[in-house]
């Protein structure tokens, strides 16, 4: 489902998210004109999801210069999202999406397997919108140590 969504207008939303440890609603449609970097990923603090956005906060200047909106997106609450921004001095947007309403529209929540177990839980992946709200890019399973490369090889 998640390629289906490749080249077509980036499915909207609305939510409740952080951005410099103050809470907001953000809406996807906000963004237009701008570039955007929708990442989402398993959980707030644990040591992929950690390295990956710790990457992201290294290279966030460069994505600033270029225009470029970074927002993450997990399932964890708005007090978890405040403790990972505010522990891991996290520059960018974090939006809470306890329902997996979102994690849904774009086709990232699925049934995941660990130790033999099934679950239902979010596909650590990245979708790159322009500014016409277009996704032009689909990082499935990014390198959570170089993820900016990945995405400014893109862009």
Request: hydrophobic residues 40%; proline residues 3%; aromatic residues 10%.
């Amino acid at each position: 489902m998640v390629e289906n969504l490749l080249n077509k207008k980036a499915p909207d939303f609305k939510a409740k998210g952080i951005i410099e440890g103050v809470e907001k609603e953000f809406h996807l449609k906000d963004f237009l004109g701008k570039k955007i970097v929708l990442y989402f990923y398993p959980k707030d603090l644990t040591p992929g999801c950690t390295i990956q956005a710790c990457n992201l906060r290294d290279n966030f200047k460069e994505f600033k210069k270029l225009g470029i909106e970074v927002i993450g997106i997990s399932k964890d609450s708005l007090k978890s999202h405040l403790k990972f921004i505010k522990e891991k001095e996290l520059p960018f947007i974090l939006i809470s999406d306890e329902d997996t309403t979102i994690n849904q529209k774009y086709g990232v929540w699925q049934e995941k397997s660990f130790m033999g177990k099934k679950f239902m839980g979010t596909l650590r992946t990245t979708f790159l919108i322009n500014e016409k709200g277009i996704i032009t890019h689909i990082i499935d399973k990014p390198i959570v140590s170089s993820h900016s490369d990945e995405i400014l090889k893109l862009l």
